[in-house]
Nanobody, 115 residues
Framework: QVQLVESGGGLVQPGGSLRLSCTAS????????MGWYRQAPGKERELVAN???????NYAESVKGRFSISRDNVKNTVNLQMSTLRPEDTAVYYC?????????WGQGTQVTVSA
């Protein structure tokens, strides 16, 4: 089992920035991918960005150039730096860990972009 704890959500004005962090604990494999998904009201959960152990990243088109994902393999953390935030970025953001058959989720952190 892998447990994920997220932090860093909140309320921010359009054009502002936020940084989300997620720490994994438990049976961590050296071969894994970690990332962030989000779910807005009435919409399906969607990938925001992910990163594998080698540092390869993948971003949703809607966040390219605005968001940056990074990880620390020693501390088992993954961070999402969000800049130039838009109202449509408002959602609950979930941390995700995947390795083999293990697919773990954090509890979610709310990000609200509003004036």
């Amino acid at each position: 089992q892998v447990q994920l704890v997220e932090s860093g959500g909140g309320l921010v004005q359009p054009g502002g920035s936020l940084r989300l962090s997620c720490t994994a604990s438990g049976s961590i494999s050296s071969i894994n991918a970690m990332g962030w998904y989000r779910q807005a009201p009435g919409k399906e959960r969607e990938l925001v960005a992910n990163i594998n152990g080698g540092g390869r990243t993948n971003y949703a088109e809607s966040v390219k150039g605005r968001f940056s994902i990074s990880r620390d393999n020693v501390k088992n953390t993954v961070n999402l730096q969000m800049s130039t935030l838009r109202p449509e970025d408002t959602a609950v953001y979930y941390c995700n860990y995947r390795s083999g058959v293990i697919n773990s989720w954090g509890q979610g952190t709310q990000v609200t972009v509003s004036a």
